[in-house]
Every structure is written in C-alpha cells, then in structure tokens.
C-alpha cells in the first residue's frame, strides 16, 4: 500500500482513490481504523500528485511560481514528501492500534 498508492496516483489521483482506497480499507478492516486507513490513503494520494509522469501539484505550483521546469518544485518538496510518507506509516501502523 506504501509504494502501489502514490505510484498509481502519479498516473491518476483520483483513480487511485478509487480504484485502490476501497479495496485496502476492506483489507485492513478487521486490524486497523478505517479511518485512520483512509486518511493514510489520502496522504499518499497526496504524494502521488507530485509524481511523474503527470506531476500535476508540481506542475500547477511550477505555473505559479514561474519557474520554468517542475523539476526545481520536486527538488524544494522531497522533505515534506518524506515527512507525509512517515506521518501516513506511523498512523497505520501506531495510532490504529491506539484506537482500537
């Protein structure tokens, strides 16, 4: 679920949503919040947005900030990718426990 959803999502967001959310909160229906497993599905989707090879969150703020390739954006927006992805494991991993 770490890797499949903001890959997937870097082709289509919404489509990742979709497609791959419903079938892992039913997975992890039993072990885990439901909740809690659709916001760490959301925050990958979120990861996915600036992935190529649609880049679509990158290429938005690119236009934005007039920069001329969205390859500098990518560059400013590891760390807070990074700091997404290790949010969203800790609370499927962490506080789904805490909560149940």
Known sequence: MALAVPVFAGISAYGSASVLGGPFVMALLGTS?????????????????FLPPTAMSATFSCSLCEEKSYKNILKAAWIPLIVIFVYAMIFVIFVSKVWN
């Open 33 to 49: 919040n439901p909740i809690i497993v659709a916001l760490e599905i959301s925050l990958l989707t979120c990861i996915g947005e």
